[in-house]
């Protein structure tokens, strides 16, 4: 199929993976300006029999129908095309530039009760509309939940459509209900999903077995289960409040009629958390004062008075994009509270790493100097003319010595190594060699590989 042009625009460039009769493509569309990428689902009948085919002509239809509709959401991938070609039938979905969460999942990493607060309620926001359409997605992973590159948030993909249609054409042919074929992957898949009866709350099942994996950095796999009954234990191996705590097991108790019915009792609960409220005092208070940013930012206020801001707008985005990777939404409203209240650069990023754990505030700092010295690097420049002293730049990092980091990293931390150097350097092209190493090992959760990675990169 490489090369392959799908319904004369869409050419393949990749296959993802599939088996039987269903396929995934990374495809390109000759048709529109840039040929931006998309994903194509290829369903391929094993059968030319005239009533089999129409019936999988109408599955498909339907399938496209409701993808259609929730592609309307902000964080699905948006349906792009649907077509048959050679009695194949063939859906075309918008591409999602970013990584997929089972990048940040990484063992014996442990997120804190925030970021997990944030998790659930972004993807229970999104469940909340696939299961107001009557759809069950049926195999949440992290795999499935992609972190967007331009704003950080989490989009839900891979509705399995292709295999749910394969499921209804086996029973079509075989003329009997096939209860028994499961949609899912074990691990993150409830009882009832197992057994090939899924429900809304399979997926709430779903996205609370993640929620676990984060906060106790073992892979669901790793969790000990009651034989009797069936329950995970989990609470023993992470640092977690009892609000928190009985939410999440409630999200995954073995028995779907004890579970949370639906995503909305679920945000209902997390609403009524202290969690929630601690968050909200110490994150969304108003600023005493706003600083200086451009006006399509934070709108000035109108005092009479200019506010110099100890910030410039370079730094500000800057921040303002890494904050929102690590500690997501609130970002914006953490930044611009410390901003706000602090005397110098400096300060900010010392009040700012107080509120994130572990490696990320050796991350956060590490790459906050960065940032400054790119930012005073273009300050500079740009008074020149002013005769004041300009920093030289550090020459571009070479070609080679990138290859070799990302090959380094890649064998310690899996794929998610290479998306890793590459943003690095995109984000700061003037950086130099140990500065490019010193962010690199920042994202290696073993303490003694990281310093075995500085050594070989840089001896």
Known sequence: MLGSLLDGRY?????????GFGQTYIAQDTHR????RCVVKHLKPFTQNPEFLATARRLFTSEAETLEKLGHHD???RLLAYFEENQ??????????GYSLKAELLPGRRWTEEQVVQLLQQVLGVLEFVHSHKVIHRDIKPDNIIR???????????????KQIQTQLRTAISGHIETTIAIGTPGYMATEQGQGKPRPNSDIYSLGIIAIQALTGLHPRQLQEDPNTGEIFWQQEANVSSCLASILSKMVLYHFKERYQSATEVLEALRSTNIETEIDNQFTQPPLSIIQLPQATFPQQNTGQSTASILSPEQYKH?????????????????????????????????????LAGEQKTEF???SKLILRETTSQTQSQQ??????QIPETPAISNEFVSRCEQELVNLIGPIGKFLVQKAVRSFPQISHPELVKLLSSQIPDRQKALQFEQRLLS
Do not use: W
Request: glycine share 6%; charged share 20%.
């Open 11 to 19: 050419q393949v460039l990749q296959v993802l993976g599939g088996g």
């Open 88 to 97: 194949e039938f063939f859906l075309v979905q918008e591409f999602i530039q």
């Open 33 to 36: 300006p840039g040929s931006p």
């Open 148 to 162: 967007r590159q331009n704003d950080c948030k989490l989009v839900l993909i891979d509705f399995g459509a292709v």
């Open 319 to 355: 921040l303002e994009k890494m904050l929102l990777e690590l500690v997501g939404p609130l970002a914006p409203t953490l930044l611009r509270k410390i901003a706000a209240s602090a005397s110098n650069y400096q300060d900010v990023i010392d009040n700012l790493t107080q509120h």
């Open 384 to 389: 020149s003319k002013q005769n004041i002293s």
């Open 75 to 77: 964080q699905i991938p």
């Open 365 to 367: 700092q590490e790459r």
